[in-house]
């Protein structure tokens, strides 16, 4: 293995020249810098980025911690996310926690120990409140992304999930739906109780009266169990249409209606949060409120850089990223 002191000597100059013109500091005249980086690149010396953090107190590494990369949503973001920080010059570890609190701990004990500069941190839920705090005490910064978790105050890249969902169902509404099912996230998650709450808003709004039997709250990545829409399906009046709070579960919807022999939308209408990636594209089907997925990678990063480069002490910034509602063919109007 080349050491610095290997450089130092065909260099012909001191180790502590060496380690300056690699971490770029102390005073080195030009002409002894570009030897010793010719030297460098001769013997084909890396240097040692644990050596070099120590003395700078800085890894040039982050951490994107997100509930599921599975997810199209949270791939596209990922993908936003590891953009910037190259750019910027920085490296990107990922963590994908399942939405498993126990899961997401071990990552946040991986960051702790790795000495990261700091975190894009999509939570699994409010359960993620100690394991933000754990950052905190140990003062990474971090910045949430997707979702918010109450008592925590920290900058945001967040999208306007109640304001979708409202838009998703006066779509439906308009078509002349009123039996509007909704199959939900967990309610210990800000997207799905947002999403929720837009749901309600949206039918207040238009006289339409609120049925507590035609709401469940599933798990976000788990999709949907089939004794959810037999419980729908079977009621004395079952929905004609229904909101997905994400497209995991809208994709169990429709697989599941089908095994019945019902097809969407001719038997019912199905409209979701979030878009299918490239599956849009190949086979644009679903009416989606979609989100800026890369953008929220994006504008995460930039501002987790300029949290950890410029120590921004002017408090909390919010950003809220707008969806578009994309109408397709999975809700129709609804005949008489």
């Known amino acids: 293995m080349i050491t610095?002191?290997?450089?130092a000597r065909v260099a012909e100059v001191s180790a502590m020249t060496v380690s300056r013109v690699i971490n770029n500091t102390g005073r080195v005249s030009d002409k002894t810098r570009r030897r010793v980086r010719q030297v460098m690149e001769e013997l084909h010396y890396v240097p040692n980025s644990n050596a070099r953090?120590?003395?700078?107190?800085?890894?040039?590494?982050?951490?994107?911690?997100?509930?599921?990369?599975t997810n199209p949503f949270y791939t596209t973001l990922a993908r936003g996310a590891e953009d910037t920080a190259k750019r910027l010059g920085y490296r990107l570890l990922l963590g994908n926690s399942d939405e498993d609190y126990a899961k997401e701990k071990d990552y946040v004990d991986m960051i702790l120990s790795t000495r990261v500069d700091g975190v894009l941190f999509a939570p699994a839920g409010d359960g993620s409140f100690s394991h933000l705090q754990q950052l905190e005490q140990h003062r990474i910064p971090f910045v949430l992304l997707d979702r918010d978790v109450p008592g925590i105050q920290a900058d945001r890249i967040i999208g306007e999930s109640r304001?979708?969902?409202?838009?998703?169902?006066?779509?439906?509404?308009?078509?002349?739906?009123?039996?509007?099912?909704?199959?939900?996230?967990?309610?210990?998650?800000?997207?799905?109780r947002e999403r929720h709450a837009g749901y309600r808003e949206a039918l207040k709004l238009n006289d339409v009266a609120y049925d507590e039997a035609l709401v469940l709250h599933l798990n976000y990545r788990d999709g949907l169990n089939p004794s959810a829409l037999d419980h729908l399906l079977g009621q004395e009046k079952p929905p004609t249409a229904i909101f997905a709070a994400n497209n995991f579960i809208?994709?169990?919807?429709?697989?599941?209606?089908?095994?019945?022999?019902?097809?969407?939308p001719d038997d019912l209408s199905v409209v979701c949060f979030d878009d299918l990636g490239f599956a849009s594209v190949l086979n644009p089907f679903l009416t989606v409120a979609a989100q800026p997925a890369y953008q929220f990678g994006v504008l995460g990063m930039e501002r987790l850089i300029s949290l950890?480069?410029?120590d921004d002490s002017n408090g909390p910034r919010t950003i809220i990223l707008p969806s578009e509602l994309i109408v397709r063919s999975s809700s129709r109007k609804l005949e008489p």
Request: hydrophobic share 45%; proline share 0%; net charge neutral.
């Open 4 to 7: 610095i002191y290997d450089i």
């Open 53 to 69: 953090s120590l003395v700078l107190q800085k890894t040039n590494i982050l951490s994107l911690l997100i509930t599921d990369i």
């Open 163 to 192: 304001e979708g969902a409202r838009r998703l169902v006066e779509h439906l509404l308009e078509l002349g739906h009123r039996r509007i099912a909704l199959l939900g996230g967990s309610q210990d998650v800000s997207t799905a």
């Open 250 to 264: 809208a994709l169990g919807i429709i697989q599941s209606l089908r095994a019945r022999g019902l097809q969407v």
């Open 308 to 310: 950890i480069e410029n």
